[in-house]
C-alpha cells in the first residue's frame, strides 16, 4: 500500500500545520474522510477550537464542536502523521519584502519532527522557488534526512477566499505539484479525496508557486486600474459606478470596481514576485505601478473626506468623525492588512480622531495589532461626517433615518457621507442634501 491508500483507509494521518483563515477549512474538510491532526502554535486558539469557537467564522462554531480533527499545540503531536500541510501566512516586512520567517518557522518545527517516508506539503504563498531553495534546506537540517530519498516535498497554492460561503476548497479546481512523479500522484489522490472540482497537476514546483502568485497580482493591477479611473473620473466629475455599469454591458468587459485593497493575499502576493524579479536584475514596471496606486487609496480617500467637510462648512481640526467597518474584506472578521487604517493615520494627520465601529472584526486582534478600540453603531451619535468603508451585510440595512441619528443636528448639507464601494443610492443621498462621495 503507498501512503495514500494508508490515508484514506485511516492508518495514517493528515496533519494541518497553521489553523488560520485558510489551514482550518483544510483541516475540517480532511477530518471527514481521513485522520486528521490539527497544530498551531498559538495555545489560545488550539483551546478556542477544544471548546467549539471558530475565531476565523469561517467554517462556524458547530462545525468545530462536531469535527474529529485532534486540535494541538504540541508539536511532538506531528510524529503520528506521515502528510503534512503547511498552511501559514505569508506576509511582507514594512519595506515590502517577503517575510518567510512563518514558513520558516513551520519548517523547522515540521522537519524536528519529519518521519521517514512523509510528505510535506507547503500551501504558503511564496515566490517561485521557496519551496525548493528555503523550505527543503530547512527541513533536512531539522530532519538530518535527505530529501528525495527519506521524505518528499509538493507545493499546492491555497486559493480559498475568506467570507466566501461559495467558492470553498471543495469546489475550487486544486492545483497541486511534487517534486516527482510519485509525489505528484499521491498529493493529487489526497487532495481528490476532499475537492470535488478536482485537481490540475502542475508540472513543476515552481510552476505551482507561480501561478498562485499571479493569480493574486492579476487581481491587484485589475482593481488599480479601476481606482486610476476613480479618481480621473473624480476630477471629470462623472460618477465611476455609473461608468462601470454602461461599459459592463459589453460581454467580454472585466467586471471589476474600485476599492481599498487589503489583506493577506492581493495585497501582498504581488510584492513576493516583484522581489524575486528585482534579484533576477528585472525592475517591475505594470505589478508596481498597480501597488502604489492601490497602497495610495486611503490617503486618497481622506483627503477627499477634508475637502467635503470644507464645502459642508465643518471645521476640519476635532471634526467629528464615524467609520464603519474595518476589516480588509466584507462579511469577514479578518483585519490583517486592512487599508482601513491608512484613512485612520492620515485622518489624524488632520487633527482627526475618528470613532470606528465593526460588527464583524475580530476587536482583541483590533487592539492588539493596532491599538484600536470599536465603539457600536448605537453609540455612534453627533458625527460631522460618516464612512461606510466595508460592506458589511449588517450596513446594507442602514437606512437615511439610521444615518440621521448618527449625524449632529444640523443642515444635511452641513453632512459628509463617504460611501467607498457605493452601496447606497446616490441620487437618493444628493437629494436629501447631504455632501455624498464614492469611489
Known amino acids: 500500500m503507498n501512503l495514500y491508500e494508508k490515508i484514506r483507509d485511516r492508518e495514517e494521518k493528515i496533519s494541518l500545520i497553521g489553523l488560520g483563515y485558510v489551514g482550518m477549512p483544510i483541516a475540517v474538510s480532511f477530518a471527514k474522510k ?230 493577506h493575499c492581493i495585497g501582498v502576493d504581488p510584492y513576493y514576485l516583484t522581489y524575486k524579479a528585482e534579484q533576477l536584475g528585472y525592475h517591475s514596471q505594470i505589478i508596481l505601478s498597480g501597488r502604489k496606486i492601490n497602497d495610495d487609496m486611503g490617503r486618497y480617500v481622506a483627503e477627499n473626506l477634508i475637502k467635503k467637510l470644507i464645502k459642508a462648512d465643518v471645521s476640519v481640526k476635532d471634526a467629528k468623525v464615524a467609520i464603519l467597518g474595518f476589516t480588509f474584506k466584507e462579511n469577514c472578521p479578518d483585519i490583517r492588512n486592512t487599508k482601513v487604517i491608512d484613512i485612520i493615520n492620515e485622518l489624524k494627520e488632520y487633527g482627526i480622531h475618528p470613532i470606528i465601529a465593526d460588527p464583524e472584526a475580530d476587536s482583541d486582534e483590533a487592539v492588539h495589532e493596532y491599538g484600536i478600540e470599536f465603539e457600536t453603531i448605537e453609540e455612534i451619535f453627533d458625527m460631522d461626517a460618516i464612512v461606510i468603508a466595508v460592506g458589511h451585510d449588517r450596513f446594507l440595512n442602514l437606512s437615511d433615518k439610521d444615518f440621521e441619528r448618527m449625524f449632529k443636528k444640523a443642515p444635511n448639507e452641513n453632512k459628509v457621507l463617504l460611501d467607498i464601494k457605493g452601496l447606497f443610492d446616490r441620487k437618493k443621498y444628493e437629494s436629501l442634501g447631504y455632501r455624498y462621495w464614492r469611489l
Open 34 to 263: 481521513v485522520n486528521v491532526i490539527g497544530f498551531d502554535i498559538s495555545k489560545e486558539k488550539i483551546e478556542l477550537y477544544k471548546r467549539g469557537i471558530d475565531p476565523t467564522k469561517e467554517v462556524g462554531n458547530e462545525i468545530i464542536r462536531d469535527t474529529t480533527i485532534e486540535f494541538t499545540s504540541d508539536e511532538k503531536r506531528l510524529r503520528e502523521s506521515k502528510f503534512h500541510i503547511v498552511a501559514v501566512p505569508t506576509p511582507v516586512n514594512s519595506d515590502h519584502t517577503p517575510d518567510l520567517r512563518p514558513v520558516e518557522s513551520a519548517s523547522r518545527t515540521v522537519g524536528r519532527n519529519l518521519t521517514r517516508g512523509s510528505i510535506v506539503v507547503f500551501e504558503s504563498t511564496v515566490y517561485p522557488g521557496v519551496t525548493e531553495e528555503i523550505c527543503i534546506p530547512i527541513l533536512e537540517k531539522e530532519s538530518g534526512m535527505i530529501c528525495g530519498k527519506d521524505f518528499k516535498v509538493g507545493y499546492s497554492p491555497e486559493r480559498i477566499n475568506p467570507g466566501d460561503k461559495v467558492h470553498r476548497l471543495e469546489t475550487i479546481v486544486k492545483v497541486v505539484s511534487g517534486m516527482d512523479e510519485e509525489s505528484l500522484d499521491i498529493i493529487a489522490q489526497v487532495y481528490e479525496l476532499v475537492v470535488i472540482a478536482g485537481v490540475y497537476r502542475a508540472e513543476s514546483i515552481k510552476v505551482a508557486e507561480a501561478a498562485k502568485v499571479i493569480e493574486n497580482s492579476q487581481r491587484d493591477i485589475n482593481i488599480a486600474f479601476m481606482n486610476e479611473l476613480s479618481i480621473i473620473f473624480n476630477k471629470m466629475g462623472i460618477d465611476t459606478n455609473a461608468v462601470l455599469k454602461a461599459a459592463g454591458t459589453k460581454w467580454n468587459f472585466l467586471k471589476f470596481t474600485p476599492g481599498l485593497v487589503g489583506g
